[in-house]
T-cell receptor, first 117, second 115 residues
Framework: DTGVSQDPRHKITKRGQNVTFRCDPISEHNRLYWYRQTLGQGPEFLTYFQNEAQLEKSRLLSDRFSAERPKGSFSTLEIQRTEQGDSAMYLC???????????????FGPGTRLLVL | AQTVTQSQPEMSVQEAETVTLSCTYDTSESDYYLFWYKQPPSRQMILVIRQEAYKQQNATENRFSVNFQKAAKSFSLKISDSQLGDAAMYFCAEVANFGNEKLTFGTGTRLTIIP
């Protein structure tokens, strides 16, 4: 039984470049979430998917951010034209979802730490 | 909108002693879940314990227990027999059931274990 995995674990990029992160949820989980965590803060919600449908996006998710979950399995988060303010830990989580008749416990991956120079 | 407040940025405890981490929350939802997550340095977020708001009984997981006071909107975490491996950032979080599904986190409490 594998947990949530994320790739890469670390990414250093120059301002203006595009970056893409991948998240593989726990295999039977229907819901997938993206959060952003800056230093000294708790994670902040970005967006979430129920299977392949993106159901909610935070105001934090500017037009430069896009997330996909094309087949309802893994997800990608892309940031275009990165800015220094995008430097943060990007966390992915997954859950079974209440439709499965169980509670909304979210299980987190190790995160991708992004540094924009 | 939901808010979660952790008023203790840092706490320390002697190994084998007991420590309590505080959390208060504000939600307009009648049905919700509360969680404590642990985030060790450079390691991933791990679920410590969860509490359903409709349950009056406080949740317990081995050395970890909560004191859930629904009327006061308080949800504290008690760690008994503290161990060196308990050193981490602890985050309190809330999610509305059948709501918008996102976790709202507090700012965290950094727990140091003194050998």
């Amino acid at each position: 039984d594998t947990g949530v995995s994320q790739d890469p674990r670390h990414k250093i990029t120059k301002r203006g470049q595009n970056v893409t992160f991948r998240c593989d949820p726990i295999s039977e989980h229907n819901r997938l979430y993206w959060y952003r965590q800056t230093l000294g803060q708790g994670p902040e919600f970005l967006t979430y998917f129920q299977n392949e449908a993106q159901l909610e996006k935070s105001r934090l998710l500017s037009d430069r951010f896009s997330a996909e979950r094309p087949k309802g399995s893994f997800s990608t988060l892309e940031i275009q034209r990165t800015e220094q303010g995008d430097s943060a830990m990007y966390l992915c989580a997954s859950s079974l979802g209440w439709l499965a008749g169980v509670e909304e416990t979210q299980y987190f991956g190790p995160g991708t730490r992004l540094l924009v120079l | 909108a939901q808010t979660v407040t952790q008023s203790q940025p840092e706490m320390s405890v002697q190994e084998a002693e007991t420590v309590t981490l505080s959390c208060t929350y504000d939600t307009s939802e009648s049905d919700y879940y509360l969680f404590w997550y642990k985030q060790p340095p450079s390691r991933q977020m791990i679920l410590v314990i969860r509490q359903e708001a409709y349950k009056q009984q406080n949740a317990t997981e081995n050395r970890f227990s909560v004191n859930f006071q629904k009327a006061a909107k308080s949800f504290s975490l008690k760690i008994s027999d503290s161990q060196l491996g308990d050193a981490a950032m602890y985050f309190c979080a809330e999610v509305a059931n059948f709501g918008n599904e996102k976790l709202t986190f507090g700012t965290g409490t950094r727990l140091t274990i003194i050998p």
